[in-house]
């Protein structure tokens, strides 16, 4: 199947800094992406769809200015967690569909980032 | 009502056991249903993909879809510890793919 990278896998960060997770598709061109986050023991939480060469679009409750993506290229798609607060912390992760498959197959997951903000 | 709905658990099973999880849809025109399996601290893994009404078996595992009820389910014949996990049912909308809760899958060797 389709392979999607992200990186990094864990990232400690000091309160107030930013950080960035890359989302790659390795194998095909993926014009959306998916950002997802995940507290302990809960579901996985749709954040926002990134599309490539134009604005995301995030989900009630995601603060815009706080998350920013961007999807440069049809591989790559980005988050940047800015201004971290310790309530950031949480496991991040990416996800794709391949287009060249059709509208409606399964969605391809990136490795995750564990991100602790100290 | 949220979109994707499944039983938290945790269910608890012998091994051996059949495992059954179980998922209800909101959305009419949902067209595609998928099951993944994730691990703790892991990133979803895809075990499923079920289309149309019916049976779709894969080894020890069957995908059940009722489009008339919204409902697709999952079965895990012989399970296994290994196959401890949080299971996900995922649909696809217009274009959104939603996720479910998870049930939490227990097999008690």
């Known amino acids: 199947g389709a392979v999607v990278s992200q990186h990094p896998s864990r990232v400690i960060c000091k309160s107030g800094t930013s950080v960035k997770i890359e989302c790659r598709s390795l194998?095909?061109?993926?014009?959306?992406m998916f950002w997802y986050r995940q507290f302990p023991k809960q579901s996985l939480m749709l954040m926002a769809t990134?599309?490539?060469?134009?604005?995301?679009?995030?989900e009630q409750g995601v603060e815009k200015d706080k998350f920013l993506i961007n999807h440069a290229s049809l591989t790559l798609s980005t988050l940047t967690v800015t201004s971290a607060h310790p309530e950031d912390s949480s496991f991040y992760i990416c996800?794709?569909?391949?287009?060249?498959?059709?509208?409606?197959?399964?969605?391809?997951f990136g490795q995750g980032t564990r991100l602790t903000v100290v | 009502q949220k979109e994707v709905e499944q039983n938290s658990g945790p269910l608890s099973v012998p091994e051996g056991a059949i495992a059954s999880l179980n998922c209800t849809y909101s959305?009419?025109?949902?067209?595609?249903f998928f099951w993944y399996r994730q691990y703790s601290g892991k990133s979803p893994e895809l075990i499923m993909s079920?289309?149309?009404?019916g049976d779709k078996e894969d080894g020890r595992f069957t995908a059940q879809l009722n489009k008339a009820s919204q409902y697709v389910s999952l079965l895990i014949r012989d399970s296994q510890p290994s196959d401890s996990a949080t299971y996900l049912c995922?649909?696809?909308?217009?274009?959104?793919?939603?996720f479910g809760t998870g049930t939490r899958l227990k097999v008690l060797a």
């Open positions: 996800s794709a569909r391949d287009p060249g498959q059709g509208g409606n197959t399964e969605a391809f």
């Open positions: 990134s599309n490539e060469g134009s604005k995301a679009t995030y």
């Open positions: 995922a649909v696809t909308g217009t274009y959104k793919y939603i």
């Open positions: 079920i289309y149309s009404n």
């Open positions: 194998d095909f061109q993926a014009t959306t």
């Open positions: 959305d009419r025109v949902s067209q595609s």
